[in-house]
């Protein structure tokens, strides 16, 4: 099955600097690669996400790119600000919905330091 | 309002006991899910579930793991004996569409703890 490996485990960065934030997968019938942001005691919430159609992917702050051929993708998160600070989780599965479940990655703990 | 409620919020048990989880999604959802969160790990499928039926499921969904869905609106997880290694959160997502993106939209969790 599919497994998805994140670095680092912990990120700090200064307020204002870039944060990045890396994936890998083993299963190439993987297409759809999205990140969850986890605030303390909530559920996931869905920040941004990629299919394997598209190199990479902007919102506002948000970017995500994927290379297919090396198995990796990445979260950039630029301009940061305190509450950005949470858990980011990659995941990667074969469509993104339907039967597929996501697997995740084990989280980076980042850090906005004021 | 929210688009997933979870009951309960927490739920403590006794090892060997049953414990049901419920999930009550806003409108009606094709595609069901039930992932769980070990303390400080990653989150992990456990099971999808589709028409009434389950579509897939991870090796974590062994025998003592059942879900339904027994009137059309609430999606139960129902763990038979619990163990002390069944203390996570659950968290319940759907499949829905938004602004013409799909994703896996995630409920606020349950967590159990198994004394």
């Known amino acids: 099955g599919e497994n998805v490996e994140q670095h680092p485990s912990t990120l700090s960065v200064q307020e204002g600097d870039s944060a990045v934030i890396k994936c890998t997968y083993s299963?190439?019938?993987?297409?759809?690669f999205p990140w969850y942001k986890q605030e303390l005691g909530k559920g996931p919430q869905l920040i941004i996400d990629?299919?394997?159609?598209?190199g990479e992917k902007k919102d506002q702050r948000i970017a995500v790119t994927l290379n297919k051929t090396a198995k990796h993708f990445s979260l950039h998160i630029t301009e940061t600000q305190p509450e950005d600070s949470a858990v980011y989780f990659c995941?990667?599965?074969?469509?993104?919905?339907?039967?597929?479940?996501?697997?995740f990655g084990k989280g980076t703990h980042l850090i906005i330091q004021p | 309002e929210p688009e997933v409620t979870q009951t309960p919020s927490h739920q403590v048990t006794q090892m060997g006991q049953e414990v049901i989880l419920r999930c009550v999604p806003i409108?009606?959802?094709?595609?069901f899910y039930w992932y769980r969160q070990i303390l400080g790990q990653k989150v992990e499928f456990l099971v999808s579930?589709?028409?009434?039926?389950?579509?897939?499921k991870s090796e974590i969904f062994d025998d003592q793991f059942s879900v339904e869905r027994p009137d059309g609106s609430n999606f139960t997880l129902k763990i038979r004996s619990t163990k002390l290694e069944d203390s996570a959160m659950y968290f319940c997502?759907?499949?829905?569409?938004?602004?013409?993106?799909?994703?896996?939209?995630f409920g606020p969790g349950t967590r159990l703890t198994v004394l």
């Open positions: 995941a990667a599965s074969k469509s993104g919905g339907g039967a597929d479940g996501l697997t």
């Open positions: 997502a759907i499949y829905r569409t938004s602004g013409g993106a799909i994703e896996q939209f």
């Open positions: 409108s009606n959802h094709l595609y």
């Open positions: 579930f589709y028409n009434n039926e389950i579509s897939e």
């Open positions: 299963d190439s019938a993987s297409n759809y």
């Open positions: 990629i299919r394997s159609n598209v």
